[in-house]
């Protein structure tokens, strides 16, 4: 067996006297699609966050491909192939619907070495990337013209313009309508047919269980169960913790 | 100038006598800083304006006390209304131009830099840059202590200020707009359930915060003469003790007040006073990079 | 247009206003138009920080007097030609700006504006106490009358103002159209975001700050041969810092052409109302035309004229 990609092993976290995160454990293997659900103030967040280095842990240690993430800002850990979506779109308002595509592509991808894509390269990617999610046709929009449900492709675009192996989508569905999370969740399952490594966080338990080939629950800051789907939503410490409530 | 290894020769009487000086001043100092610690500790509005209202305080202090005679405390309480109505005005427009359109940074700040500005320029027009000063029965006379020497003109302001910080907290954490008000920083849901609408607590909070500055103001006049650009020195010194005190904190801006009152004092007693606005700015350089949550926070 | 041509038409609009002023044979307008561009120079600094990142820096006066004191300690230490001291006061600025940026730039961008503020008092109250350099009553320095060639010596200063105006504008309009120039968009709009995207906030904000702070000094270094004295209220005047955040705020922030417009506006107005009214009275103007511009136009003159035109294309 390989060394899985993403490797959590022992990550806390506290604010002043909260425990955030608890002595989490977690492999995430090359190729996986992995959901990550929890009830509101569980820890998922902060997790994401510890993982891509917006927050540092205070225990533990996530090692990344082979290598030990810490240390490493935010954009470096992009740089290594560690993607993410935030929950709200976050886009860049003064840059196009194109343009929000071209900075991973500029400052992440023109970044490793070895690789140096031409303005054309640029340019074709981004138009690739666009047709991919359905956004072909706002490419020369500004980011406060596009609907709800494009601004969450556009923020799932922009991680996946950075090439990543590991793509961590934070609440990419929350507020959409059915069609549209069919849609996104779509998307995802295509991503990751691409090769993409996938950790899904999400709410809307009908998307995490068509998406999901694995489930991890977080409660209070603990990880309480993981398995394949099924299992992991017959358990009854599960039951009690989230799905009870 | 002396040095530091010097100090041990300095009279103790000296050394007593600059203590007490500072935590006179540091009281002070504290009610210049609470409208700071509202508007930029709590709801997180930058408002470096805050000096300037300080300072126009001063002046209303002044014209009030050269025609009419009336004591420039009682004055500034007459003028509480005034000030709060300016300051929800202003927090109407900022709100407006800033906050909801989520460009409260760049553009918020040269708005209250603009204002600073504009009030210290406008003041300069019409009052030049000579010193004014008030007239009291406090001003001039001492209390003595054994060698302990407590002018008046300090002593008085450091009890209104006491009971005004003292006001504040209790209204802060006794009453139903105060806790509103605390809460709206962290959690505005919370806040919406308790079917307060943020925007007028804001509002509410933000023109307590201006309201503070009449105080300040006449408080200012009755330590020392003022001029249109005193306010600039004021700038350093009420965020030094705002981020001091851990942002937002009322007791923590008393006890960051006393800190910096007690170390100016001493400053301008054992180095010379032209060192002593250094040493506010000084002292929020060095918190701002190494300990910005303030020496109280986590 | 590229770079190439756009410094070479920048100097020739430059060679024509100066051939225009020679022509016209006024010494006053080099005298007023030295403080335009001084301004120009100022205003163009203070937007590759803040109107590209958006970082408020209050402290353009620390940076501009820093040159112009490196000026006056070099004037007595080992005198140097203008032209070198212009280059170590952007070296000492850009040190210090840097130094700053370090310190202060981890954090939210709030505390920056109020440490450039601190920083400001602190240089002055450090320059008010060194004797060296004139202390609080200031210092003289002898400028020569004449320059070979030149003639007076008040069209040699401009001269080198005029050339340090095209490189500012040129490095700005450079940063806009350069991959640093997006970066610094991405900050501007959302940190958080830039980073996940990978972009290296941090260094980024520095390489601006040391950037801005250098062209100030650099702004601020000919000052003292330009009035013959120099004193810590006149090198730290607080109009530098308002006219430096007004210029860039009511011309447009987005753009090189933004404080080039707002510079030339403002510093004009105030030359104007010096002479004839007050000075105060046009530094009020400057206080009241901020706050009115970024409540009523946002965007500047800049994006006024641009919604006129769109406006104008629509119907």
């Known amino acids: 067996m390989t060394a899985p990609l993403l490797e959590i092993s022992g990550l806390g976290k506290r604010f002043g006297g909260f425990v955030a995160l608890d002595g989490i454990n977690l492999a995430v293997a090359e190729g996986e699609r992995v959901g990550l659900i929890g009830p509101n103030g569980s820890g998922k967040s902060t997790l994401v966050n510890c993982i891509c280095g917006t927050l540092v842990n205070e225990s533990g240690t996530v090692r990344f491909n082979g290598e030990s993430l810490a240390g490493l800002k935010a954009h470096e850990r992009t740089h290594r192939g560690l993607a993410r979506s935030f929950q709200l779109p976050r886009p860049f308002t003064s840059l196009t619907v194109a343009g929000n595509l071209r900075v991973p592509m500029v400052y992440t991808v023109n970044a490793r070495p070895g690789t140096h894509l031409s303005a054309a390269d640029i340019d074709a990617r981004c138009a690739e990337l666009l047709r991919l999610v359905g956004l072909d046709n706002k490419a020369t929009h500004l980011p406060r013209d596009l609907t709800q449900v494009e601004m969450r492709k556009l923020e799932l675009a922009r991680a996946l313009a950075a090439e990543p192996k590991l793509l961590i989508a934070d609440e990419a569905m929350a507020g959409l309508s059915q069609a549209e999370v069919n849609d996104i969740v779509g998307l995802l399952i295509n991503f990751n047919e691409r090769g993409i490594t996938i950790i899904l966080i999400e709410h809307i338990m009908r998307a995490v269980m068509s998406f999901s080939q694995r489930l991890v629950v977080l409660v209070s800051g603990k990880k309480i169960a993981d398995g394949t789907p099924d299992v992991v939503i017959q358990d009854p410490e599960v039951e009690r913790a989230y799905l009870g409530q | 100038m002396r040095h530091p290894g010097e100090l041990v020769d300095i009279p103790y009487d000296l050394l007593v006598n600059a203590l007490v000086a500072g935590l006179l001043l540091g009281a002070f100092y504290a009610a210049v800083t609470v409208g700071i610690s509202i508007s930029f500790g709590i709801l997180d509005i930058v408002n470096i304006a805050h000096p300037g209202f300080v300072i126009l305080g001063s002046y209303i202090a002044y014209i009030v006390n050269t025609r009419l005679g009336f004591d420039p405390i009682l004055v500034s309480i007459a003028m509480l209304p005034v000030f709060y109505a300016l300051g929800a005005v202003i927090y109407q427009v900022y709100h407006a131009s800033f906050e909801r359109r989520g460009q409260d940074s760049l553009r918020g700040l040269a708005f209250f830099f603009g204002l600073l500005f504009v009030t210290e320029v406008a003041l300069v027009l019409v009052f030049g840059v000579d010193y004014r000063y008030v007239h009291a029965a406090y001003i001039g006379p001492s209390i003595n202590i054994g060698i302990i020497d407590l002018p008046l003109r300090m002593l008085v302001p450091c009890l209104v200020s006491l009971a005004l910080i003292a006001g504040l907290q209790l209204f802060l954490t006794k009453t139903f707009i105060g806790r509103a008000i605390m809460a709206v920083a962290q959690d505005q849901l919370a806040l919406q359930l308790m079917a307060a609408s943020p925007t007028r607590i804001k509002r509410i909070a933000f023109a307590i915060s201006i309201a503070t500055a009449a105080i300040a103001g006449a408080l200012l006049i009755i330590i020392q003469p003022v001029e249109p650009s005193v306010g600039r020195e004021y700038i350093g010194r009420v965020f030094a003790i705002c981020v001091l005190g851990g942002l937002g904190s009322i007791p923590g801006t008393l006890i960051g007040a006393m800190m910096l009152g007690i170390l100016e004092s001493f400053t301008s007693t054992f180095y010379g006073p032209s060192w002593a606005p250094a040493v506010a700015f000084g002292v929020l350089l060095l918190v701002i990079a190494f300990r910005p949550s303030g020496l109280f926070g986590r | ?315």
């Open chain 3, 1 to 315: 247009m590229r770079s190439s041509t756009f410094i070479l038409l920048c100097t020739v609009v430059a060679a024509f206003v100066f051939a225009a002023i020679r022509w016209v044979g006024n010494d006053y307008l080099f005298v007023a138009g030295y403080v335009v561009l001084q301004f120009i120079v100022l205003a163009t600094a203070w937007n590759i920080l803040g109107g590209y990142t958006g970082y408020v820096n209050f402290g353009s006066a620390a940076f501009f007097a820093l040159g112009a004191y490196s000026s006056i300690f070099f004037n007595k230490a080992f005198p140097l030609p203008v032209p070198l001291l212009i280059v170590i006061g952007g070296v000492v600025s850009g040190i210090v700006g840097l130094g700053m940026g370090y310190l202060t730039l981890r954090l939210r961008g709030a505390f920056f504006a109020i440490g450039t503020l601190a920083l400001a008092i602190v240089l002055q109250t450090l320059v008010t106490n060194w004797r060296y350099v004139g202390g609080a009553r200031g210092a003289y320095v002898i400028r020569p009358g004449e320059i070979e060639f030149l003639g007076p010596y008040s069209q040699y200063l401009f001269l080198l103002m005029l050339a340090l105006a095209v490189i500012a504008l040129s490095i700005a309009r450079g940063i806009e159209r350069s991959q640093l120039g997006y970066g610094f968009a991405t900050i501007r709009d959302d940190e958080l975001a830039a980073e996940a995207s990978g972009v290296p906030t941090l260094r980024l904000k520095l390489i601006a700050t040391t950037i801005s702070g250098g062209l100030m000094g650099m702004a601020g270094a000919p000052f003292p041969y330009y009035l013959g004295y120099v004193q810590p209220s006149a090198a730290f005047g607080l109009e530098y810092a308002v006219n430096s955040i007004a210029m860039p705020m009511i011309g447009g922030t987005t753009s090189w052409v933004g404080p080039l417009i707002g510079a030339i506006l403002l510093a004009t107005l105030q030359q104007w109302a010096t002479v004839t009214i007050s000075s105060e009275l046009g530094v009020l103007i400057v206080g009241v035309l901020l706050v009115s511009f970024v409540i009523l136009a946002p965007k500047g003159i800049v994006g006024l004229v641009e919604g006129w035109r769109r406006k104008k294309a629509g119907s």
